[in-house]
């Protein structure tokens, strides 16, 4: 590609309202333009750096045997009231509107409701289970705060997958491997080092959630870590209960400040209970499905690598995710001011 095609210009200085170093740095270097508060576009060089995250995710995603699917970013009302999370009292991120014929609708926070529901038109035996699905689609999330740049967006790209298992063994077995595989991704883009899995609130399906949080000065989290251990625990779970269970002394524990860049969660078979998702095993009894859920923000992971990732002189990208891996600039000739990439 030469560079005198690219209609994208770099800026010397960012736009005013924009107070988050990776927003300020993707402006001005051309990557992204600002629309409103949390929600960006994505322009040539952004793009593909966008691109090459999610190939580098999408061989990690199949190398467990996980398949490829894009869902509707438009979400039914009373699919979600079955499970109590349509409500703005339950959950505060959603859009809504309605259709002409003032049919409520929905757009996609997260798909755990509707890719459950159509797994029941394919999952009736012991046979057909397990069963992996992951998709990259763009999110929509009604975020009270969006001052983070493109690490917290109203809009933004997601990888999530799901997994359907026949019981709590075969459930485990694959959660543990999307940890593996989330760490393969961790260490291919270049925040490995610096990333921890981390123990924070399982909400009302578990006693813990997984996340992956990485060290950045320009987070909004922090963690508390046991190197020695390798345990790590989110700030808003630490107690004296927890770290009992855990096994860990708060004096052994150092605080950083990190970023989010990926969750796994452990729904059990609640929400196959509450959507009837069942499968009829050898004796024709009706078990209920596991169901985990396993997501990276895309976008969110951009911003965290150029928090990173930076100096005084712009954005120092990974070679695994740079947009170009070389820049030649000719120095003689009638062309000398056109560059090639």
Same mark, same amino acid.
């Given at each position: 590609?030469?560079?005198?095609?690219?209609?994208?210009?770099?800026?010397?200085?960012?736009?005013?309202?924009?107070?988050?170093?990776?927003?300020?740095?993707?402006?001005?270097?051309?990557?992204?333009?600002?629309?409103?508060?949390?929600?960006?576009?994505?322009?040539?060089?952004?793009?593909?750096?966008?691109?090459?995250?999610?190939?580098?995710?999408?061989?990690?995603?199949?190398?467990?045997?996980?398949?490829?699917?894009?869902?509707?970013?438009?979400?039914?009302?009373?699919?979600?009231?079955?499970?109590?999370?349509?409500?703005?009292?339950?959950?505060?991120?959603?859009?809504?509107?309605?259709?002409?014929?003032?049919?409520?609708?929905?757009?996609?926070?997260?798909?755990?409701?509707?890719?459950?529901?159509?797994?029941?038109?394919?999952?009736?035996?012991?046979?057909?289970?397990?069963?992996?699905?992951?998709?990259?689609?763009?999110?929509?999330?009604?975020?009270?705060?969006?001052?983070?740049?493109?690490?917290?967006?109203?809009?933004?790209?997601?990888?999530?997958?799901?997994?359907?298992?026949?019981?709590?063994?075969?459930?485990?077995?694959?959660?543990?491997?999307?940890?593996?595989?989330?760490?393969?991704?961790?260490?291919?883009?270049?925040?490995?080092?610096?990333?921890?899995?981390?123990?924070?609130?399982?909400?009302?399906?578990?006693?813990?959630?997984?996340?992956?949080?990485?060290?950045?000065?320009?987070?909004?989290?922090?963690?508390?870590?046991?190197? /020695? &251990?390798? *345990?790590?625990?989110?700030?808003? $779970?630490?107690?004296?209960?927890?770290?009992?269970? %855990?096994? @860990?002394? +708060? !004096?052994?524990?150092?605080?950083?400040?990190?970023?989010?860049?990926?969750?796994?969660?452990?729904?059990?078979?609640?929400?196959?209970?509450?959507?009837?998702?069942?499968?009829?095993?050898?004796?024709?009894?009706?078990?209920?499905?596991?169901?985990?859920?396993?997501?990276?923000?895309?976008?969110?992971?951009?911003?965290?690598?150029?928090?990173?990732?930076?100096? /005084? &002189?712009? *954005?120092?990208?990974?070679?695994? $995710?740079?947009?170009?891996?070389?820049?030649?600039? %000719?120095? @003689?000739? +009638? !062309?000398?001011?056109?560059?090639?990439?």
């Amino acid at each position: 590609m030469k560079q005198s095609q690219l209609f994208t210009k770099t800026r010397r200085e960012a736009p005013k309202d924009e107070v988050s170093k990776n927003a300020e740095l993707l402006i001005r270097a051309g990557y992204i333009h600002k629309e409103m508060a949390g929600v960006y576009a994505y322009l040539p060089l952004g793009l593909r750096v966008i691109e090459k995250i999610k190939n580098i995710i999408r061989e990690e995603m199949n190398a467990i045997e996980s398949q490829e699917i894009i869902m509707t970013a438009i979400q039914r009302k009373e699919l979600w009231e079955k499970t109590d999370r349509w409500n703005d009292r339950d959950v505060d991120v959603w859009f809504k509107s309605k259709l002409k014929n003032d049919t409520e609708i929905g757009f996609g926070w997260s798909h755990e409701e509707p890719i459950t529901d159509m797994m029941r038109n394919f999952v009736t035996s012991f046979r057909d289970l397990p069963v992996y699905v992951y998709q990259f689609q763009t999110k929509l999330r009604n975020e009270l705060r969006a001052k983070s740049g493109i690490m917290r967006g109203r809009e933004f790209v997601m990888k999530d997958l799901y997994s359907y298992s026949l019981d709590e063994k075969s459930h485990q077995e694959f959660y543990d491997k999307v940890i593996q595989a989330y760490f393969n991704v961790y260490k291919r883009v270049g925040v490995g080092e610096d990333t921890f899995i981390t123990f924070a609130s399982g909400g009302a399906f578990t006693e813990f959630s997984h996340e992956f949080q990485t060290i950045a000065e320009g987070g909004e989290d922090y963690i508390y870590i046991n190197r /020695e &251990k390798n *345990i790590a625990i989110n700030e808003e $779970i630490l107690n004296d209960e927890t770290l009992q269970k %855990l096994g @860990v002394k +708060k !004096d052994d524990l150092e605080k950083v400040k990190t970023a989010e860049v990926g969750n796994i969660f452990n729904f059990g078979t609640k929400k196959s209970e509450q959507l009837e998702l069942f499968y009829n095993d050898n004796s024709g009894n009706k078990i209920p499905v596991w169901l985990g859920s396993y997501g990276i923000g895309i976008t969110r992971l951009m911003g965290v690598i150029v928090e990173k990732f930076s100096d /005084e &002189k712009g *954005i120092v990208w990974p070679s695994s $995710i740079s947009p170009f891996k070389i820049h030649l600039i %000719l120095l @003689v000739g +009638k !062309d000398s001011t056109k560059a090639k990439d």
